[in-house]
């Protein structure tokens, strides 16, 4: 069975620092992997997503993201953090084969909040 | 703002009554998702519609939930009767097919008295 491993459950940092965000995966086959931010009371927007290719995938609001099959991990990363940042972050995976259907199996979520 | 329409954005009722969500998806999407995300944690899939046909209902509980899409674009999806342990974000997202990237609605926020 396929799960997702967010292995912090907050993470506190300063405006303007870097942040990173870990996400572990278990999956029997080729995943397509994504990261999705959901604001207080709102509904989850796509940040960015992996298929397939450069393992370096770069996402909306200055995201990247880096996919180590090595490792089985798909950590989000940005170099300076905003206070509009703060947010749920939620790691998903979901089947690359197109028969198996595209059931998304979502991480427990990381908490950030931004100090100014 | 969400592409995808859901209403209501939140609902309070008593255990033991009805209720109804409604999703319309991004025009052309012909796979529609529910999902229920407890506070806390992270979404996990109801249902999931391929236009209007059920793909996967495995974690959708029959007994008290059900969902229809009939002609294949909006969706409502309900639960008669609520139990307290309904209280939940119910969130609907869309995407273009199979392993398209889903969009998400904002949710309905359910409680449950």
């Known amino acids: 069975a396929q799960s997702v491993t967010q292995p912090d459950i907050h993470i506190t940092v300063s405006e303007g620092a870097s942040l990173e965000l870990r996400c572990n995966y278990s999956?029997?086959?080729?995943?397509?992997l994504f990261w999705y931010v959901q604001s207080p009371g709102q509904g989850l927007q796509l940040l960015l997503k992996?298929?397939?290719?450069?393992?370096l995938v770069q996402g909306i609001k200055g995201f990247e993201a880096e996919f180590k099959r090595s490792q089985s991990s798909f950590n989000l990363r940005k170099p300076s953090v905003h206070w509009s940042d703060a947010a749920e972050y939620f790691c998903?995976?979901?089947?690359?084969?197109?028969?198996?259907?595209?059931?998304?199996?979502f991480g427990g979520g990381t908490r950030v909040l931004v100090k100014p | 703002e969400a592409e995808v329409a859901q209403s209501p954005r939140y609902k309070i009722t008593e255990k033991s009554q009805a209720v109804a969500f409604w999703c319309d998806p991004i025009?052309?999407?012909?796979?529609l998702y529910w999902y229920r995300q407890i506070l806390g944690q992270g979404p996990e899939l109801l249902v999931q519609?391929?236009?209007?046909?059920?793909?996967?209902d495995s974690q959708l509980p029959k007994d008290r939930f059900s969902a229809e899409r009939l002609k294949g674009v909006d969706s409502t999806l309900k639960i008669q009767p609520a139990e307290l342990g309904d209280s939940a974000m119910y969130l609907c997202?869309?995407?273009?097919?199979?392993?398209?990237?889903?969009?998400f609605g904002d949710g309905t926020r359910l409680s449950i008295l």
């Open positions: 997202a869309s995407s273009l097919g199979i392993n398209q990237p889903q969009h």
């Open positions: 999956y029997g086959a080729t995943p397509y």
């Open positions: 992996y298929f397939s290719g450069d393992t």
């Open positions: 998903a995976v979901g089947p690359a084969r197109k028969a198996a259907g595209n059931k998304l199996t």
């Open positions: 025009s052309g999407h012909a796979t």
């Open positions: 519609f391929q236009d209007e046909s059920v793909v996967d």
